[in-house]
């Protein structure tokens, strides 16, 4: 298959990690005898620097004319947010590029390995049993969309933030996350405050709807409330968890942690064409950036998404995710996930992944079989 990448690496750590997660691709390439055409554009301070602006015509382009976008991070040290290269970055780069393409679902799966399970922070019983699930996140409407505003005089000030939702945008995050569901196992949990929002009412009304297309997929509602807790609690007993804008927000984030690391953490942001843009969960990370020090493994998770929800790789997808979990079992860890043992570098991560990608497809024929056609 020929698929054509839009690379935009960022700032800080981004060109780092990014390294990693092409070496993993052109791995991919050879093993099932794919092409992937990679082409690089500047977006946040790197892109300031060179055409004043954030995300730039040229960097548009790039995007629009691809198959899918494999983004890094962008952003400067919080202490220069200030400087003009820093000012609005995020904003004007990564948000500014969700707008742009329409992007309406986030997906953020969060696994805690097995090698890993004494970095998570919660109980040893707790996680025995892993943790593998996927948040799907709604991304276009909620409180983030409606008006904002404060009157008044202080000391008598009044604020009010609108919170609206499109039944049709419900119903297409829904069906997003029973999708996923019927490829993993087959539960989905709903999250909301359907016990006093309108927004909320709607969401479980069409929710519930959309369940009876997917009969074999288990529904369960949960008050965001609740789930916050619910979560913690008992993290293996959820598969998709379904959640408007805000609410995913939250519950995205607190979840994150199980995983040991931010640096571990692959996201996609899909639009409603099935058009993708793939990044690592963190930020650019700028008190380790240009150290060789970064986990690339959240980039590298990221890549294999993108063969997964853009160009249908199942395979190669799979086949990234074992070389991932058997360079942890190998016992390779960058600093973040080393509790204060032995670590290796971000290229060291990267080659040992690219290693055991080519012993996975030897030990299993997997890329064999895969370009021969067969199943
Ligand atoms: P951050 O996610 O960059 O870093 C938080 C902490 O996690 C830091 O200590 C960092 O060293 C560590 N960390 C993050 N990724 C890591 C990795 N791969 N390996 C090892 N350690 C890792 O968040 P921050 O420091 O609050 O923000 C830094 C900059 O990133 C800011 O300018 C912010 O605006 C920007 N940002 C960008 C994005 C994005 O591009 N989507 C997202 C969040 C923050």
Redesign the pocket.
């Known amino acids: 298959m020929n698929k054509k990448i839009a690379v935009l690496s960022?700032d800080?750590?981004g060109p780092e990690?990014m390294m990693e997660a092409l070496k993993v691709l052109r791995k991919i390439e050879d093993i099932f005898g794919h092409k992937f055409e990679t082409v690089e554009g500047l977006i946040g301070g790197s892109a300031r620097e060179k055409y004043g602006e954030h995300f730039p015509k040229e960097t548009v382009s790039i995007a629009e004319n691809s198959d899918a976008i494999l983004f890094g991070?962008?952003?400067?040290p919080?202490d220069k947010?200030m400087e003009p290269k820093?000012r609005n970055?995020?904003t004007n780069s990564?948000l500014a590029i969700r707008k742009h393409f329409n992007f309406n679902v986030n997906l953020r799966p969060v696994k805690l390995y097995s090698a890993l399970k004494s970095s998570c922070v919660l109980r040893s019983d707790i996680v025995e049993n892993g943790i593998d699930m996927l948040c799907v996140r709604e991304l276009s409407q909620d409180v983030y969309f409606g008006k904002h505003e404060t009157s008044g005089e202080v000391g008598m000030r009044h604020a009010f933030d609108e919170m609206s939702y499109d039944e049709k945008v419900i119903e297409a995050i829904a069906h997003a996350a029973f999708k996923a569901a019927m490829l993993r196992r087959k539960k989905v949990t709903s999250v909301d405050k359907a016990n006093v929002l309108s927004c909320s009412k709607l969401w479980r009304e069409v929710v519930t709807g959309v369940a009876k297309t997917y009969p074999d997929c288990i529904l369960e509602h949960v008050l965001v409330d609740n789930m916050s807790m619910q979560v913690i609690r008992r993290p293996g007993d959820f598969d998709v968890v379904l959640m408007p804008n805000m609410f995913g927000d939250i519950i995205s984030d607190e979840v994150s942690v199980f995983a040991g690391?931010?640096?571990m953490l692959p996201s996609a942001s899909l639009n409603e064409k099935g058009f993708g843009l793939y990044?690592?969960s963190?930020?650019?990370?700028?008190?380790?950036a240009g150290k060789g020090i970064?986990?690339p493994i959240?980039q590298i998770l990221s890549a294999a998404m993108m063969l997964k929800f853009s160009f249908g790789m199942n395979i190669e997808h799979d086949a990234i995710l074992g070389a991932v979990e058997k360079t942890l079992v190998d016992g390779l860890r960058?600093g973040?996930i080393a509790d204060g043992g032995k670590s290796v570098s971000t290229s060291e991560m990267g080659a040992k992944i690219v290693e055991n990608l080519n012993r996975f497809s030897l030990l299993t024929g997997v890329g064999a079989r895969a370009s021969l056609g067969s199943p």
């Open positions: 960022g800080g750590i990690i991070s962008v952003g400067g919080v947010q820093w970055c995020e990564i690391s931010l640096g990044e690592p963190s930020g650019s990370a700028p008190d380790i970064a986990n959240g960058t973040d």
